[in-house]
């Protein structure tokens, strides 16, 4: 009888274990990204902006239509160069305002791009800043860049 008892324990403890390993690397906090800067001069409300990641390759963000206009749709795409995404997601916060959780998952479209649509947060100012934090899960690392522009109220 106690062999058997034993053997449960065992099992048991077995079967234990076996879950811990299991559940660990999904509550294992994410890396932390690598910040890169975007290339000087960089105004999403002008046009695409890049920056490089170290070791290599290059990200782009494009926002669309221009002017960007809160609480209107805005198409996002992001390209990749000589680097291979995997997720891909951009956060547009206010620079010197709170403006909320405004977080979009960028859905693949292939050869390296990634899109989706996005809609900003109504401020109560005629002028606003933003950043776009593109935040990129590669094959080189985790990366994020945060591209500025601004918006007026109309």
Do not use: H, Y
């Not at 926002?63 to 997601?89: C, K, Y």
């Not at 791009?113 to 776009?132: H, P």
């Not at 094959?139 to 109220?153: K, V």
Request: charged letters at 20%; a neutral charge.
């Amino acid at each position: 009888m106690r062999g058997k008892i034993l053997g449960w324990i065992g099992g048991l403890g077995a079967i234990g274990v076996g879950v811990a390993l299991a559940v660990t690397p999904m509550v294992l906090p994410p890396a932390e990204p690598i910040e890169v800067r975007a290339e000087s001069g960089c105004d999403l409300q002008r046009g695409p902006c890049s920056a490089e990641l170290p070791g290599g390759g290059r990200m782009t963000l494009v926002l669309t239509p221009r002017p960007v206009i809160p609480m209107r749709a805005v198409s996002v795409q992001a390209t990749f160069d000589n680097v291979l995404a995997r997720e891909v997601s951009v956060d547009f916060k206010g620079v010197d305002m709170n403006m909320g959780d405004n977080r979009f998952v960028l859905g693949p479209d292939g050869s390296g791009r990634f899109s989706g649509t996005a809609s900003l947060s109504v401020c109560i100012r005629d002028r606003m800043e933003w950043d776009a934090w593109l935040l990129a899960n590669t094959d080189q690392g985790l990366f994020t860049a945060p591209f500025r522009f601004e918006t007026r109220r109309q």
